[in-house]
């Protein structure tokens, strides 16, 4: 009976859940549990001041009858019996209905069964509402065939008969008085017609590409024979593909053109590129590499000793070809057009050859067509062939390859570019960094950055080889600027190296010397490089600063001893100038050594010990002009060279002078700086003798420097913000969980927090286990006795 | 020995005769007195062409006569003139060792000539043979004792031997360094010492004023070579020849008085400019500790003071030293050190040490603010010409010395002049510091650095812009600094990233700013 009771229980919170509204349970005193509050705190709005126990466990209950006991129930069964019958489980159809649905099925299953293969009976089907077979008797609308319109061509024709305005209907009338004029033509007829015309099509297409394909074999015929003239080889493999041609094409192109037009200079150019195919096609064959046809536009490997190297670019190669040849045939567009762009062949060849790659794969005409002008070429006079054949055997010796392997070690640079002017020894640079850009392959960073050290090393040998060859230093200078940028790090490391070595050399012979010579023109190349590469206004900077610290040893420490050093302390001052022209930044021993010279200039000695030259200077007058008694008869053309020269220090010196006073007069010291200078100008320098130009400029500097020192204001300290007074202001501090879980970090509230939540949940999910449990074990007792009972 | 060069020598070819010949003759001097004249073969070749044989007849000499020193075969006493010896009425023996005697003076001589001889080897053997004859002499006097000379000291030969060893034509200080091992001796040391000064003496006096570098830098040589034992309590005990009572150099305080009269007389004469420098140079570290009254340097460091240049900044080492410890009063002292300061304090070798001392000088805080201030304004001034390294010195230099001398402060902050800019009321030209005006100044120069290209020395001069740390700044680990050391610095600081120049360059002669372009072109 205990059971029984339960279950009522069980029924009556159930009734109470289901027929009372909620605002009803709410005010009833015995459902609601108020939850005491220990404080009340204001402001605070809490959501569980009131709980309503009953209702709460009665939902609770529900939910596990509907979850965990289905669950139990199904515990340790495989199988279970599903009614699938229509509308069997559903409970809101009242049975009549269910009855009703059910035959309603039941009766379409069997005509489905039975109209399967009966199709134009008993079963109308309609379009718009209107049946179709009535639609179909009016023979006007044309059925679309699924063959003439495949690749989605849509002829005039059939657009209009399927989306000719209106629809059905409008046509209707309009077909009808079609009908009237060609009545015998049927529907059916119609059809027929449609479906001949596009056959005829499909065949005119058919034939047009057996025709392309006999062209192209033919080609390849034609080929095999050129081919032979050529390279007094047997015939190449059978296996010549589509792709191949427009690049063999590419190649003879301009070679019919030689033919026709007999012009000197081109043929000259064309056979460079015969020839190197040529060659290319020996060393592939010889090689036995018959299928490769691709070393043969890669070009130039002939010369290309690294056997492995090749290798490589061969299967680069292949790879290319089976992922996509455009991208392959694009690279040979480029180094083709370089190679033009090298020897001045006519932009209207280059333009072709990009038509032939762009529809190697589009339509195959064009292939065709190609075809046609090789058999052109191919009858021409096999003489001219040949001696064009000669002709190029010896130009291709000029010409240069495709690809270098990166130089290991200086030697190797050297050997690479030394015997080729300055544009081919770009070219060649271009090309090595071209074929080892770093995301080639991966040890070509590595060699890259090596090569920028050689690099340096080269253009220091350049300067000071005799005579220096700068042209060429100075046509280096994008591949040396593009290397930089690619690696600064490298770039950094190199120019430190070489900076630090010379600076020690000069520190060492200034030990045991006292004095050191003028650095020589490598090092100098290698400053201006410096300021071409680096920054020179940062305040501070790995390359630059050590470079400044250079000039500036090299200004004050060495010693000037004839005109040539004269000429180098210039250079350097000038480079000194470019540093800091930015920057303005203040550059003692630039002026010390512009004053230094401007005193070598002076034939009286009196003012050098005035303000004492503390450059290690000889006093002997290198730059000494004057037309009193130094240079009493211009003896000897040299002597008058010699004395253009001093004049043309003397002005470059002053010009400096010029420029150093526009850039640092607004130093506070500008006057003190510049006060020697002027004194000596103003007083010492002999300046009738000096031609007009020098004298304006002579004129120009004393305008620039005050004769008093300007005025300004006493220094001061900066000022400063004053600090603050100490407030009482709160420190506020953000509490993310109240109670007493505060960490002193972030990261040990947040940890903490997560622990205090963790509990909850580990506490909340026991205590729901235990109910679930207990709910099982009373939905047990209830079920055995409910079937003992039975 | 001998034997065994015989043998050697019996094997070897002809080209080596010399060594039998020698040494037969050698063997034959000592062996019988019959024999005597071979010494003059023996003796010739100490004359020859070839330095193998001089060195050989040199050792074979010095053999012989050492011998004969320990025999006692030579005649002692005043020697008689040789061309009286067969007039004399003499025994044999007598005559043997007259004639010995005076042999004995002929290759004395031979080998002093020698020590001027080309080869340093042939230089180097007649040494040794010299000064084994000197310690010969000394254990067995060739002159009868007087009981009055309670020593035995060969000087004369020592007198001879340096006099020859301080050539007025000959650079001889290798073979100096070589003689500086019998300057371990303390008798050989002091009679040197004796000797050197009367040299130096009579050379000087001969020669009137003039200044005979050669001979200066030997005597320089010689001198800067002579150590005297530091202190009292050590006693002497290396000698050369031992005696048996105590004699003057025995005490220290003698060998003191012999090395400072030895360098007075030598600095008391004209010197030429880089003597001048090596002099200063050691002055302070190896010369005065040694002299008994260094005050006595006073009058060649006010004269050495006075030259001007680099030498007047060595000088200040040993007047430091002199005014800081010995009591010196040195007027004008500051103002000599002032108009010392010119551009070339920055560029020449000894700059690290004029720094150390202009900062021992200036670190008293008793000296006047003016004077301070005109110190650190001209070397504010000076600045301007200055190299970084020695800019890195000189910055944190000036702002000590306004942290030492707060009232300077005016330097660099001068808040209560309302009126608006003004001119530099700083005198350069003035050479006494207390009409410089300097007080009223300002160190714009310093301000002018801030702009300066190099980032540590702009850095250094930002200090001034905001009121200075109590802490002084070490400059002593700056003052040896190098321009490479600084841009080895530079080089090795590890850096993250690399800014590159944002215009890539096309050309060598075409950027933005170019300057060398317009000058230079490429060909």
Redesign the interface.
Known sequence: MRQGSTSQNRGLSDKVRKSKAAPEIQKNPFEVKINRKKFDVLGRKSKHDVGLPGVSRSRAIQKRKETLLKEFRAKDKNNKFIDRRFGEYDQKITPEEKILQRFTLERQRTQDRKDMYNLNEEEELTHYGQSLAEMEKMTDVIDSDSDSEEKGLLSAELTATHFGGGGGLLRKKSAGDEDEEHKPKSRQELIEELIIKSKQEKRERQTQKEEAQELTEKLDQEWKSIQNLLAHKTPKAERKDETDKPKVLKHLRPNTEAVSEQGGEKEDDDGDEEGGEKEDDDGDEEGGEKEDDDGDEEGGEKEDDDGDEEGGEKEDDDGDEEGGEKEDDDDAEGEEEDEEGGEDADDEDADDDHCDLQSDEGSEDEDAEGAEEEQVCAEGPPAVIEEQKKAAQEAAKAELPYTFTAPESYSDLKALLQDHGSDQQCLILDRTLKCHHPSLAAGNKAKLQKLFGFLLEYVGDLATQNPPD??T???L??QI??L??MF??A??KAV?TL??DS??S??ETLEVK?RAPMPDLDML?LL??T?????SS??????T??A???I??AL??CVVLSLEDVCKG??LC??A?????????????L??FLLGLLHLTVSDKLCVSEI?L???KPNELLVFYNNKHAWPVISSLLHLLCLCFRLSLID?CL??VK?CTSLYKD???FA??FQPIRTLLLQHLPVEGYPAPIQDLHSEILDAIPE???????????K?KPIPLKLFTPKIVQILDYGKKRGNTKEEKEHERLKHKYKREFKGALREIRKDTRFLARENVYFSSFSSSE | MAPSTDSNVKGENSQVSYKKDINTKTDRVLQNKKHANDIFDVTEYLQSEKDKEVIFATNACSKIFCQLFYRGDLYVGDLPEEEDLMNGDRSAEEKYSIFMRHRYNNSVELLLENIGHKAFQVKETSLCALMKFVAAEGKHPLQNLDLSEHYNFPRELLRTLVEHLLSENEDMSLLISRFQEFLEMDDVRYYVMSSVRDNIYRVMGRNKKAVIPVYQNNVFALLSTINVPSSEASKMKNFLVKQECKFVYYRGIEHKRAFEQMWLVFLKFKLPSNMYKKILVILHESIMPQMSDPTLLIDFLSAAYDIGGAISLLSLNGLFILIHKHNLDYPDFYKKLYSLL???I??V?YRARFFHLVNIFLSSTHLPAYLVAAFVKRFA?LS?????TSLLILLPFICNLIRRHPSCRV?????S?AE?????PYVMKEEDPAQSHALES????I???Q?????DV?KAAMK????LTEQEDDISELLEL???E???R??K?E?K??????D??????K?S????G???S??
């Not at chain 1, 940062?538 to 390359?543: A, G, S």
């Not at chain 1, 008093?708 to 900066?718: G, I, R, T, W, Y």
Request: charge should be neutral; hydrophobic fraction near 40%.
């Open positions: 700068l042209r230093v100075s046509a200078i994008p600027c593009g930089c940028q600064p790090e770039a950094c430190q900076l630090s600076g020690h000069m520190e006292g190349v201006k490089i300021a071409l590469l680096f920054p940062d305040f501070r900077h790995p390359v600063t050590p400044f610290l250079y500036s040893q004050t420490r210039l250079i000038c480079l100038l470019e540093f800091v022209s930015l920057s303005r930044r203040f550059f003692p021993e002026l010390n004492l503390h450059l290690i470059s010009d400096l420029r130093l506070p010291s003190h700086i008093q020192p300007s005025q300004h204001a006493p220094l001061v300290f900066k400063k | 010119d551009p070339s920055f560029h070798k001034r301007l010409t200055a190299p970084p330097l660099i902050h001068r808040p002049t608006g800019p003004c001119d530099d300002s160190l714009w120069e301000k002018t650095l702009k300066h290209y190099h980032p702009a001034i812009n905001d009121p190098s321009t490479f600084l841009m080895e530079e080089l600081a850096r990233t690399i800014p590159l120049e944002f890539t360059a096309t050309e060598l002669l950027s700013r170019e300057v060398l317009v000058h230079f490429l060909e």
